[in-house]
């Protein structure tokens, strides 16, 4: 049983980092030859950034002083950059992230249409700029960030785990999560391509409550009642997965998709989110058989505590979601 708590703990010790676990973001975008629109996003918590700084390669020279300002949950520096013979070949550099456990994103659009997108590391905060990147590039770049964003997207795992809990026949698992993937593909492509869109705050307040709506469910489960989440799980994943898809488009719209490979860098993306997904359902199920295998935990007694901090979880992430609507 201490392995079962150790999971609980691992999974909902923390709720409020829920989407909080964010990368760095550095937005260079060239607005005529060999000028530059900087953009530095930076985590913060009120007036507290993590220290972290972005450098251009050496021929790149700032017109003006940046202007830094906080908003939100981010520190933001905008610069507007003249780089002789352009960024091609150049370094650039996050000092302080070795320190660190996040990342950085970077992006840069040229005005040819080009893209280049690179995630910085803490033991690889630098890259070289290419001035380009293969379709295939591009294709592992999106796919890497698609699996990184399901993985480190804890609201949208444990709806997921809720589902894995609701359901016991095996086919009807298969087809709760396709109905799932499937609904958050369609809002994922229409978002991302604005096609149709959503406010993204009330998004992620609806998204918490979508978990506790499966947690209850998991609650109100009788052996002699057949509940409509149970006798046909599929719609709930579907109808909510419409719904997680615009919380997935967030962070996609954040990132941009590069005007040369707009259909690669989306379906790439998606499969990388798929890949995420899939992986945490074999993962969760593999725990979930081995806990029985070693310590025979009492199937109904688990399911009933895991509802319990599901639905905690899922509610201390709606209120202060709920909260900054206002805001």
């Known amino acids: 049983m201490r392995k079962v708590g150790a999971l609980l703990v691992l999974l909902f010790g923390t709720p409020a980092v829920a989407h909080e676990v964010r990368p760095a973001f550095l937005d260079i975008r060239e607005t005529a030859p060999d000028a530059f629109t900087v953009l530095w996003k930076v985590p913060a918590q009120g007036r507290l950034r993590l220290a972290l700084d972005a450098h251009l390669p050496k021929q790149c020279v700032e017109r003006a002083a940046p ?90 795992l444990i709806f997921v785990l809720a589902l894995l809990l609701l359901i016991h ?3 009807m698992l298969f087809k709760t999560i396709t109905a799932f993937t499937v609904a958050h593909s369609i809002t994922l ?76 860098s989306l379906m790439t993306f998606n499969l990388g989110v798929e890949a995420g997904q899939i992986l945490f359902v074999a993962t969760a199920l593999a725990i979930a058989w081995a806990e029985r295998a070693a310590i025979g935990f009492h199937p109904a007694f688990a399911r009933r505590a895991m509802a319990y901090a599901i639905g905690t979880s899922a509610m201390l992430w709606f209120i202060p979601r709920i909260t900054t609507l206002a805001i």
């Open 67 to 156: 202007i830094r300002s906080f908003e939100g949950s981010a520190y933001l520096e905008r610069r507007v950059v003249d780089c002789a013979g352009g960024l091609r070949n150049g370094e650039i550099v996050v000092n302080g992230l070795k320190a660190t456990l996040t990342e950085a994103l970077v992006r840069i659009e040229y005005q040819n249409g080009g893209t280049e997108v690179a995630r910085l590391m803490p033991d690889a905060p630098s890259f070289t700029a290419a001035g380009t990147q293969t379709s295939l590039e591009v294709a592992r770049t999106y796919l890497l960030l698609g699996v990184e964003h399901i993985l480190l997207g804890f609201d949208h």
């Open 189 to 264: 492509a229409g978002a991302a391509l604005g096609y149709f869109s959503l406010p993204q705050k009330p998004v992620e307040a609806t998204i918490a409550l979508s978990i506790a709506f499966v947690a209850s469910e998991l609650l109100k489960a009788r052996p002699n009642e057949v509940r409509l989440s149970e006798a046909h799980p599929w719609v709930v994943a579907f109808a909510f997965g419409l719904l997680h898809g615009f919380g997935f488009s967030g962070a996609l719209k954040e990132i941009g998709l590069p005007q040369s490979d707009v259909s690669l």
């Open 169 to 171: 026949d095996r086919f």
